[in-house]
């Protein structure tokens, strides 16, 4: 029985390696527009396609990271200046976007651009930061992928998500985590949705990446001007040893994040040139290994293995 089972398994990752092999003709005429590509993923993926010889449409925060973007591609790269929180700014973009796809449409769209603002645990968290994340991670992706969707329409291409294991299993920045569950949750209805459509959704669900999310010095002071901001009462229930302990076991895991970011593009290059892209994409062997199976444990458990090493607050009873 269990050499049965062995060959059946065996041979559904065989077909899936079959199927997943299988790219898209004529990419040197699709257009991918993707979000967030001053630095990091974005950036990547954007030097990334533009190397294969996809029509890339870049959108940048700013105009520096425009321009260097710009000198380090060939001239197919486009870009346009994009604030994913301003539905005049989404407007505008989109009207450029179709004026260069024309008829054929839009073939990619990448919903990359991100924030990381849950510096600490949620009691010590502003309202209005907390509104600021939801709005870029998780509105600014709904209302781009609105703005955009009759382009993708109309050239049956992709819409590429990007979450996070967070998305999967949270435990620390909780704003930020619900704002990724928001993504999930966006792009599965999305992709039964647009089925019909012949649009295919897919998520990509990075690790730990060493970003400028994710860059040590600056997550530790910001950690510290939450801590410092935080109302008094709040700080005497946890106590400033628990903040110290706390701010260093997250600084160290910080320290661990992978440099290899072609881990997360090249799962976004799939989802866009693959004839059958997946659903989803955990990229990143700690997503692989330890997030996504931690995430089907019982609940009580997952919480013990994330906790254990956790500081105790001052008045923990």
Not at 21 to 34: A, T
Request: net charge positive; charged share 20%.
């Amino acid at each position: 029985m269990w050499l049965y089972l062995a060959v059946l398994v065996g041979l559904y990752y065989l077909l899936r390696w079959y199927r997943e092999r299988q790219v898209v003709s004529h990419l040197q005429e699709k257009f991918v527009f993707i979000t967030g590509c001053d630095s990091g993923f974005g950036n990547q993926l954007a030097r990334q396609l533009d190397l294969r010889g996809l029509r890339v449409l870049a959108a940048c925060l700013t105009e520096q990271g425009a321009k260097q973007l710009r000198n380090q591609t060939s001239d197919r790269l486009q870009t346009v200046i994009l604030d994913v929180t301003k539905t005049e700014s989404i407007a505008a973009a989109t009207e450029w976007v179709k004026k260069r796809v024309g008829d054929r449409g839009l073939w990619g769209l990448v919903n990359n651009a991100g924030v990381f603002h849950s510096h600490g645990y949620t009691e010590w968290q502003k309202i209005e930061t907390c509104r600021d994340t939801l709005r870029v991670n998780l509105v600014g992706v709904i209302e781009v992928t609105l703005s955009m969707l009759p382009l993708v329409r109309r050239a049956q291409g992709r819409i590429v998500n990007v979450s996070s294991i967070l998305g999967r299993i949270a435990f620390f920045g909780s704003i930020y985590c619900c704002s990724k569950y928001g993504v999930e949750a966006f792009s599965d209805i999305l992709r039964r949705e647009l089925q019909h459509f012949g649009v295919k959704v897919s998520m990509v669900e990075p690790g730990y990446f060493r970003t400028s999310m994710t860059d040590v010095q600056k997550f530790s002071e910001l950690m510290k001007q939450t801590w410092k901001e935080t109302p008094a009462h709040i700080k005497e229930s946890y106590g400033q040893k628990f903040f110290d302990a706390y701010h260093d076991l997250m600084k160290q895991g910080l320290l661990g994040c992978s440099t290899n970011l072609n881990l997360v593009t090249d799962c976004m290059e799939h989802a866009l040139t693959s004839v059958h892209p997946r659903t989803r994409y955990s990229a990143g062997w700690d997503a692989q290994f330890f997030f996504v199976p931690l995430s089907y444990l019982p609940t009580s458990l997952a919480d013990y293995i994330l906790t254990r090493s956790w500081p105790k607050p001052a008045q923990a009873v």
